[in-house]
């Protein structure tokens, strides 16, 4: 049984950083896309960033407007792990942050599992 289990969220000021982890077991994904999305009180969970394979020990990442420029995505495959880095913090970051993994290399169909989630709060 594939499990997400998501961790590093917590309260942080504006202007500061958070790295969020991704710890996926009960399967592989050295070969697929995972990401990360989030979803603030009374909004749609949004794509934040996302990674495509595409070959060898390769990914491609790709981030939403929102957070370009300030977030960073890292994937472990020999501990079929996977991290976000954020940096400048804003209080409209603040959401449920959830891990994301699809059974295939791209991310653009639904997704196949989910993490709990983990709560980012940003204070201003």
């Known amino acids: 049984q594939v499990q997400l289990v998501e961790s590093g969220g917590g309260l942080v000021q504006a202007g500061g950083s958070l790295r969020l982890s991704c710890a996926a077991s009960?399967?592989?994904?050295?070969?697929?896309?995972m990401g990360w999305f989030r979803q603030a009180p009374g909004k749609e969970r949004e794509l934040v960033a996302a990674t495509r394979w595409i070959g060898d020990n390769a990914f491609s990442a790709d981030y939403a407007d929102s957070v370009k420029g300030r977030a960073t995505i890292f994937r472990y495959n020999a501990r079929n792990a996977m991290d976000l880095q954020m940096n400048g913090l804003k209080p409209e970051d603040t959401a449920v942050y959830y891990c994301a993994a699809w059974l295939r290399p791209n991310y653009r169909d639904t997704v196949d599992y989910w993490g709990q989630g983990t709560q980012v709060t940003v204070s201003s």
């Open positions: 009960g399967g592989t994904f050295s070969r697929f896309a």
